[in-house]
Nanobody, 119 residues
Framework: QVRLVESGGGLVQAGGSLRLSCVAS????????MDWFRQAPGKEREFVAA????????YYADPVKGRITISRDNAKNTMYLQMNRLKPEDTAVYYC????????????WGQGTQVTVSS
């Protein structure tokens, strides 16, 4: 059983920055690969970024490449998404999740944190 709790969302002007955090807990959490997703109203949930269990490998979706950095601190069971030069189209609920291939085939989701970017 894995519990994921996101935080750090809020309202920011275009061009601004936010850092999202995801804190994991639970006896079955073994520092698997982790992902960030986002979902805007009326849109499908889309992949944003991924990080390997060790933090040594990262991958970013095209719309956010160059503007975000995914990282993790395994000593704190925490993952981060640093978001810079935000755009109105980045407005969405952001979710962290375990990556199924490295988490026993199960994707665990956080509750999400709202990011709103004003123009």
């Amino acid at each position: 059983q894995v519990r994921l709790v996101e935080s750090g969302g809020g309202l920011v002007q275009a061009g601004g920055s936010l850092r999202l955090s995801c804190v994991a807990s639970g006896r079955t959490f073994n520092n698997p690969g982790m992902d960030w997703f986002r979902q805007a109203p009326g849109k499908e949930r889309e992949f944003v970024a991924a990080i390997s269990g060790s933090g040594g490998s990262t991958y970013y979706a095209d719309p956010v490449k160059g503007r975000i950095t995914i990282s993790r601190d395994n000593a704190k069971n925490t993952m981060y998404l640093q978001m810079n030069r935000l755009k109105p189209e980045d407005t969405a609920v952001y979710y962290c999740a375990t990556d199924p291939p490295t988490s026993g085939g199960i994707r665990s989701w956080g509750q999400g944190t709202q990011v709103t970017v004003s123009s």
